[in-house]
């Protein structure tokens, strides 16, 4: 298995677990809008931090100055996106259409839960550094 694959799976399992519970209570909170506010929340959350592994991926055998490049323009594209979307949201779509609590409530447990998953999965690859010779 490789190591993104290793890192995805690892973070993806406990966002996934993390984001039924959120979309459990928040329909159950704010009925049909905590529902949709929490898919949401997920759906982000799982497309900005899985963009960060694909990006790995893509830059895996690159020149460590243009994997950095690279993944700063990626960062910066996500930010950007990131915005936009929320303020989409948020300029037409009604509150009762979808619930704003129940967005960010579940947009900051996914995100806990990828992140701690994403680390757990990391150290247990024990993966070695490679020194450049002197």
Not at 88 to 117: D, H, K, P
Request: hydrophobic share 60%; with cysteine.
């Amino acid at each position: 298995m490789s190591t993104e694959r290793a890192l995805l799976r690892g973070a993806l399992l406990p966002t996934l677990v993390v984001g039924v519970i959120a979309i459990a209570a928040s329909t159950w909170q704010a009925g049909r809008a905590g529902l949709v506010g929490a898919l949401l929340a997920q759906l982000v959350v799982v497309i900005f931090f899985a963009t960060n592994i694909g990006t790995a991926r893509l830059t895996r055998d690159l020149d460590p100055v243009m994997t950095m490049s690279i993944a700063m323009f990626s960062y910066m594209a996500k930010v950007l996106l990131l915005g936009i979307f929320l303020w989409l949201i948020t300029t037409f779509t009604s509150a009762e259409s979808c619930n704003r609590q129940a967005f960010a409530l579940s947009a900051v447990a996914a995100t806990f839960a990828w992140l701690g998953g994403e680390i757990r999965a990391y150290l247990a690859l024990k993966l070695h550094l490679q020194l450049p010779q002197r």
